[in-house]
């Protein structure tokens, strides 16, 4: 956080990245903007994910899709954390968590359909 504290202006870009998606969608899904990879006792930029686990669960809920937004490509840090430690997370609250769709996802699953489009 002090880098942010000195200017930096990551919080307010992925707050705005965030914004713009859900207006695209129409607010169509009520989300919340949460952070992971806090390292060490220093002020982090808001809420972490575990913690918005938590307090889902606390309000009934059992499903969420975590999506991560900061991210323009995989990033082996945040799927790691995604796919199976919030996961298990999320399991032990009584929550499903869908994993995201990654962009490694997309190429294989497009040249899956090429290899099956062109082939005899």
Known sequence: ??????????VLEVSASVAAVMKRLGHS???????????????WMGMQTRDALKGLARLGKKQVVLVPIAFTSDHIETLYELDLEYAKEAKEVGIFSSPPVSIADWVHSSMALKFTVQSP
């Not at 956080?1 to 990551?10: C, E, F, K, L, T």
């Not at 899904?29 to 220093?42: A, E, I």
Request: aromatic residues 12%; positive net charge.
């Open 1 to 10: 956080m002090s880098v942010v504290n000195r200017g930096d202006p990551y």
């Open 29 to 43: 899904n009520p989300y919340r903007l949460v952070w992971q990879s806090q390292v060490g006792p220093s002020a």
